[in-house]
């Protein structure tokens, strides 16, 4: 059982799949396990579990001079789910346009668990009624197969929000008609590497991947699609449109 169970989660019988610790990074190099997150409910599903909710856990010791009963709490983060947390989540994870209903978690949780994506992690029992609790395979997913509608729709979305929180970090003199090819050629760089992810990704030879390893993937996923002209010529008219003002580095 883990170390530290939130308060909510007291009193949880577990499966036997709750006692694999939660692996940190897995890569996604098979083309029919990738196909199962081609659904935008079932990215969303793992969007809010990646996510979690607050939750709070309490420990109690006794002060052995005086005997006194000593009660911490401290707020945490639950990345342990109910079916009805996830539809709840669902709207605060990924907007009032993106809720998504019991119905549909339900019906995409067991194909979710069949492609080893999710777990049910334990079931509470309170009287006469039972609640169970999913949890991720890994804090993080990295699909390396050639992008897919549903993909294509959320990077779409993701490099959207990006770039606009980037123009307005940085002082970047960006046009709004520029901005917008901005998110073309942005969206076009990824569509041009998935190419070879998978080929990068198979190259990993460590079982647990970290963050460290994802970014030594990424770099090595850059560094091999800079021998593609349609990648540097794509990343060249990203940099005229960034610095636009700059005259060219010479060497």
């Not at 059982?1 to 989660?9: A, F, H, K, Q, V």
């Not at 989540?89 to 668990?113: A, F, M, R, W």
């Not at 029992?125 to 549903?150: E, I, L, N, Q």
């Not at 079982?207 to 593609?228: C, I, N, P, R, T």
Request: hydrophobic fraction near 35%; charged fraction near 35%.
């Amino acid at each position: 059982m883990p170390n530290e169970i939130p308060d909510s989660l007291r009193g949880i019988e577990l499966t036997k799949e709750a006692s694999k610790p939660q692996d940190e990074i897995v890569f996604i190099v098979d083309k029919e396990r990738s196909e199962i997150l081609n659904d935008p409910v079932r990215l969303q599903i793992l969007q809010v579990l990646r996510e979690g909710i607050n939750d709070t856990h309490t420990t109690e010791t006794v002060d052995e001079k005086t005997g006194d009963r000593i009660i911490r709490q401290r707020e945490v983060k639950r990345d342990i789910l109910s079916v009805l947390e996830i539809v709840k989540q669902s709207e605060t994870c990924c907007g009032v346009d993106n809720v998504i209903s019991k119905n549909q978690v339900y019906h995409h949780l067991p194909k979710l668990i069949e492609g080893g994506f999710i777990i049910k992690y334990g079931t509470i029992t309170t009287g006469k009624r039972t609640t169970d609790y999913y949890r991720r395979t890994a804090k993080g997913f990295v699909v390396t197969t050639p992008m897919t509608s549903a993909f294509d729709k959320r990077i779409e979305k993701k490099l959207k929000r990006y770039i606009d929180e980037m123009l307005s970090n940085f002082n970047l003199n960006v046009a709004d008609e520029d901005r917008k090819r901005l998110y073309r050629l942005n969206t076009e760089r990824i569509r041009i590497q998935s190419k070879w992810r998978t080929k990068i990704a198979k190259m990993v030879r460590v079982d647990v991947a970290d963050k460290e390893v994802l970014q030594m993937y990424e770099m090595l996923l850059d560094y091999y699609s800079m021998g593609s002209k349609e990648y540097l010529d794509t990343l060249l008219e990203i940099r005229k449109i960034l610095f636009s003002h700059e005259q060219d580095v010479q060497a």
